[in-house]
T-cell receptor, first 115, second 109 residues
Framework: NAGVMQNPRHLVRRRGQEARLRCSPM?????VYWYRQLPEEGLKFMVY????????ESGMPKERFSAEFPKEGPSILRIQQVVRGDSAAYFC?????????????FGQGTRLTVV | KNEVEQSPQNLTAQEGEFITINCSYS?????LHWLQQHPGGGIVSLFM???GKKKHGRLIATINIQEKHSSLHITASHPRDSAVYIC???????????FGTGTRLQVFP
């Protein structure tokens, strides 16, 4: 049973390009969470999704950021028109149930660098 | 003030020393998590606890719900324990984790 898989591990984008980050949850997990870790800062919640539904996107910036978790395939975090401030590590976590009282399994993260 | 505070921010130790990392939180919680992050690496869940104490190898985690405080102890520390240790809480009525800023531990041989 493979763990949470994120790809790519490293992504370099020029300002104005789009970044697509992928997260395949553990087998049997239908709950996905995206977190962002800015340089020298702690992790911050971005969005919580179940299959085909966004449950909580209170941590997502209002513009340029979107997330989906389709019926088939990985969850995607999409950042349009990237800016230098988007440079960060983006982590995905999955769980078989809703987060409270459930261990979260994290991926290796995608390190986005905007040049 | 952050909802989850950790101390110390940085910690150095000699191999073999007993280490304690503290976490205080100000919100009502369903559970508290201790996580480990190696430089440039992913995040590994060490413990999830909502009361009492848990032990896994040389690691021990305790929580006091009344005092809103948790500690992570490492016995007989080793250089491979060098990492950032992160405390996170599942607050009541929310699905997201709230994280502390982490404690950077370096264990020297």
């Amino acid at each position: 049973n493979a763990g949470v898989m994120q790809n790519p591990r490293h992504l370099v984008r020029r300002r104005g390009q789009e970044a697509r980050l992928r997260c395949s949850p553990m087998k049997g997990h239908s709950h996905v969470y995206w977190y962002r870790q800015l340089p020298e800062e702690g992790l911050k919640f971005m969005v919580y999704l179940q299959k085909e539904n966004i449950i909580d996107e209170s941590g997502m910036p209002k513009e340029r950021f979107s997330a989906e978790f389709p019926k088939e395939g990985p969850s995607i975090l999409r950042i349009q028109q990237v800016v230098r401030g988007d440079s960060a590590a983006y982590f995905c976590a999955s769980s078989p149930y809703r987060q409270p009282n459930t261990e979260a399994f994290f991926g290796q993260g995608t390190r986005l660098t905007v040049v | 003030k952050n909802e989850v505070e950790q101390s110390p921010q940085n910690l150095t130790a000699q191999e073999g020393e007993f280490i304690t990392i503290n976490c205080s939180y100000s919100v009502g919680i369903s559970a508290l998590h201790w996580l480990q992050q190696h430089p440039g690496g992913g995040i590994v869940s060490l413990f999830m606890l909502s009361s009492g104490k848990k032990k896994h190898g040389r690691l021990i985690a305790t929580i006091n719900i009344q005092e809103k405080h948790s500690s992570l102890h490492i016995t007989a520390s080793h250089p491979r324990d060098s990492a950032v240790y992160i405390c996170a809480v599942s607050a009541h009525n929310t699905d997201k984790l709230i994280f502390g800023t982490g404690t950077r531990l370096q264990v020297f041989p």
